[in-house]
Nanobody, 125 residues
């Protein structure tokens, strides 16, 4: 099974930027769709963005469109989430997830079989 490790989280001021990385091991990443989810305290986990195996198709949560960009480099077995113009409401633990079959049309947690441990993103002044 694909193993995922996130990095790049931290504390940032409102309006700032962070880039999260998701590095895969055990198997090649290029046969998996990759997604980022987040979970804030007391809230359900929600899908933020997803990218297809080829990188040609993405699906992004409306509230982060224009601020967050997902990308991938299959040669490096790594996916990224560039987050700009961060807001306090973006504060959450961010998780990387992968699914072997299916695409990014639906960002639902049960559809993704491999998960990372999460990285904390805190947006605060």
């Amino acid at each position: 099974q694909l193993q995922l490790v996130e990095s790049g989280g931290g504390l940032v001021q409102p309006g700032g930027s962070l880039r999260l990385s998701c590095t895969a091991s055990a198997l090649p990443m290029d046969t998996y769709a990759i997604a980022w989810f987040r979970q804030a305290p007391g809230k359900e986990r929600e899908g933020v963005s997803c990218i297809s195996r080829s990188g040609l198709s993405t699906n992004t949560l409306d509230s982060v469109k224009g601020r967050f960009t997902i990308s991938r480099d299959n040669a490096k077995n790594t996916a990224y989430l560039q987050m700009n113009s961060l807001k306090p409401e973006d504060t959450a633990v961010y998780y990387c997830a992968a699914r072997r079959f299916g695409g990014c049309a639906t960002l639902a947690t049960p559809l993704f079989s491999s998960w990372g441990q999460g990285t904390q993103v805190t947006v605060s002044s």
